[in-house]
């Protein structure tokens, strides 16, 4: 991981939950490192003709906080550290990245771009391929640090 990459926040499964350090499972459930498409009904990215997406405001949702991470998405057994958190705990809050949460590359095929104060999403910072678009964001998933 970079410290120059946005710090930001997502609930994920891990892998392994037994793992020292858990890293995300990699798929394309709401709960995993990946997005889903359509014709899933709620899709994070609309692919074009082609099948290709594009740095248009659409992809992996994050988070800039803890804080602000939707309390039904926070394990509970995080109450401690996230008021109201009542999300299940097989659920773990993985943050990526140290700098601050502004458009910025992650790597060399993504970036976040912020959508409001308490949301963002991780996008392809160019067009690419659904296919290669999944395989950049599992790419990071030995970067994704557990928080609990």
């Not at 709620?42 to 991470?69: F, I, Q, R, W, Y």
């Not at 104060?117 to 640090?145: E, F, I």
């Amino acid at each position: 991981m970079s410290a120059a990459w946005p710090k930001m926040y997502r609930t994920m499964v891990p892998e392994d939950p037994s793992a020292k350090p858990a890293v995300p499972a990699v798929g394309t459930a709401a709960n995993m490192l990946g997005v889903r498409v359509p014709p899933h009904p709620t899709p994070d990215v609309h692919p074009d003709s082609a099948g290709n997406v594009g740095p248009c405001g659409e992809g992996l949702s994050v988070a800039p906080s803890l804080a602000v991470l939707p309390q039904r998405l926070v394990p509970a057994r995080l109450r401690d550290k996230r008021r109201g958190a009542r999300g299940p705990d097989d659920l773990h809050v993985f943050r990526l990245g140290e700098a601050s949460f502004r458009r910025a590359p992650v790597g060399g095929s993504l970036e976040l771009q912020p959508t409001s104060d308490t949301h963002g999403v991780l996008q392809p910072l160019r067009q690419t391929s659904v296919a290669q678009y999944q395989l950049d964001l599992g790419a990071t998933k030995t970067s994704w640090v557990d928080e609990g």
